[in-house]
């Protein structure tokens, strides 16, 4: 499925289903407190990029309230998931982002958890790959693994395939493993590995036929990149309830349970009704 076909309109209908999949705010039964001390007035951010565009859009939104007359959001340099959620639980960070659920392992007593909601996991290729809209998963398989090096193999032109790869511990490589490649397939040497997804779809866009898979964002729409069906199915909303579609990352963000005035009503109106708004008709991550 081509970037022209995958349009906002419809990226936003993905996002308007998946929305509406927010979780409650604690991973426990016990409720959120309020601190009574007076907090800072700066909320600062850090963690996964995916949760980034979402939280801007939120902080925007929030700063243009009477009572949020003073408040400032420091957006720390991104880092990963685990990089959030040790800022939170180290006093470093009001709210440390996540691509993936919190587990048992990261939970404590003292982190609550609020879902975003999910945006889908892509395979994206250069606009140079001609000819190629959908890609099966046995040919995901041998691409991964090297069995298949030309697009002409699939129908394409005569060209080897560039493939650009996440490393094993990023959440889009374990999607990616979990849906597709199973947990012992060795990637062919020949991908070209990075260490964040960022970098890798700068480059997807500027390196003809080539290949990765990455979250669905906003800066793929105006990309020369084609996403890509699997199996005959494009990331959609019905394919996402349906389970046709399994590949997709959950966006998130933790915060300590007695958290700051400040950030406890930034809490809030993300979980209000204009909140999930804004969240609904964001046409990416």
């Known amino acids: 499925m081509s970037k022209q076909t995958l349009s906002a309109a419809a990226i936003g209908s993905i996002l308007l289903f998946v929305v509406g999949c927010t979780s409650a705010v604690s991973t426990t039964d016990t409720a959120v407190k309020i601190s009574t001390e007076a907090g800072a007035t700066s909320i600062k951010i850090g963690g996964s990029s995916e949760t980034y565009e ?16 003073g408040v400032t959001f420091d957006f720390l340099p991104p880092s990963q998931t685990s990089g959030g959620i040790q800022g939170v639980k180290n006093s470093l960070l009001d709210l440390g982002g996540l691509s993936r659920q919190l587990t048992e392992k ?55 395939i560039v493939l650009f790869d996440l490393a094993e511990d990023e959440n889009e490589k374990q999607v990616l493993r979990r849906a597709y490649l199973g947990d012992d397939l060795k990637i062919t040497p020949d991908a070209i590995v990075f260490a964040e997804d960022d970098e890798l779809i700068e480059t997807a866009a500027i390196t003809p036929f080539s290949m990765a898979a990455v979250p669905l964002e906003d800066e793929l729409i105006d990309s020369p990149v084609n996403i890509l069906s699997i199996d005959g199915v494009a990331p959609s909303a019905d394919a996402l309830v349906s389970g046709q579609y399994v590949m997709s990352l959950p966006l998130g963000f933790v915060f300590n349970k007695t958290p700051s005035v400040e950030t406890q009503d930034f809490v809030a109106f993300v979980t209000s009704a204009e909140g999930q708004s804004i969240l609904a008709e964001s046409p990416a991550e």
Request: hydrophobic share 35%; no cysteine; proline share 3%.
């Open 106 to 160: 990261d939970a404590s007593d003292d982190l609550a958890y609020l879902k975003l909601r999910e945006t889908p996991l892509v395979l994206i290729v250069h606009e140079s790959v001609s000819n190629i809209s959908n890609i099966t998963a046995e040919q995901i398989n041998a691409i991964y693994q090297g069995e298949i090096t030309n697009w002409q193999d699939l129908g394409g032109p005569d060209e080897r």
């Open 54 to 69: 979402d939280l801007k859009q939120l902080a925007d939104a929030y700063r243009q309230q009477e009572k949020a007359d």
